[in-house]
């Protein structure tokens, strides 16, 4: 992934921590809520996603998207 100057990445590190504390892994993601391994490659490598994949994931882990995503500025 290439990041201009002044551009700011998005991680999704918090994802990650609050799939742990509701216990649900990558592997239920896929099997039970029918989310691609596509999808879970892009999370892994700080890809960009969609903003139903957002929403879809604020649903199955009752959350909003700050327990799912932050932004870095790379200032």
Not at 15 to 23: H, I, P, Q, S, V
Not at 41 to 53: F, Q
Request: charged content about 25%.
């Amino acid at each position: 992934m290439v990041i201009l100057q002044n551009e700011s990445m998005i991680s999704y590190k918090p994802l990650w921590e609050t799939m742990k504390k509701r216990n649900i892994t990558k592997y239920s993601l896929v099997k039970d809520y029918g989310l691609s391994n596509g999808t879970i490659d892009r999370l892994r490598n700080n890809d960009h996603i969609s903003t139903y994949t957002i929403e879809k994931l604020c649903i199955i882990l009752d959350c909003t998207p700050n327990d799912i995503l932050i932004i870095i500025n790379d200032k």
